[in-house]
């Protein structure tokens, strides 16, 4: 599976921005997709998911009511909206698949990842 994140970018604490994460090599549709970062000094961590109808999504307590993650099966594409960031979301974020459950999604240690995005948020 190939995974291409983007969208990040330096951004004031309070502001948004949208991630994109363009999925290739595998059946797009049958894969819950899953966004994570990773901070400097930290490890990675689970961010959000979402099944693979796009029907089902869950997300880590610290961004739940701030991002929401959808997906588009028509572009093998999954996004992250991110609003009323904050400085301590500042990280390189990354996604990846699951060909099971959206449950499977919360942890860390997949085969391998994609090139992630770095997102900046200053105070």
């Known amino acids: 599976v190939q995974l291409q994140a983007s969208g990040g970018g330096l951004v004031q604490a309070g502001g948004s921005l949208r991630l994109a994460c363009v999925v290739s090599?595998?059946?797009?549709?049958?894969?819950?997709m899953g966004w994570y970062r990773q901070a400097p000094g930290k490890q990675r961590e689970f961010v959000a998911g979402?099944?693979?109808?796009?029907?089902?999504?869950n997300y880590a307590d610290s961004v739940k009511g701030r991002f929401t993650v959808s997906r588009d099966n028509a572009k093998n594409t999954v996004y992250l909206q991110m609003n009323s960031l904050k400085p301590e979301d500042t990280a390189v974020y990354y996604c990846?698949?699951?060909?099971?459950?959206?449950?499977?999604?919360?942890?860390?240690?997949?085969?391998?990842w994609g090139q992630g995005t770095q997102i900046t948020v200053s105070s």
């Open positions: 990846n698949s699951d060909n099971r459950n959206i449950r499977y999604l919360r942890r860390t240690d997949f085969a391998s």
């Open positions: 090599g595998v059946i797009f549709r049958n894969r819950s």
């Open positions: 979402i099944s693979n109808s796009g029907v089902s999504t």
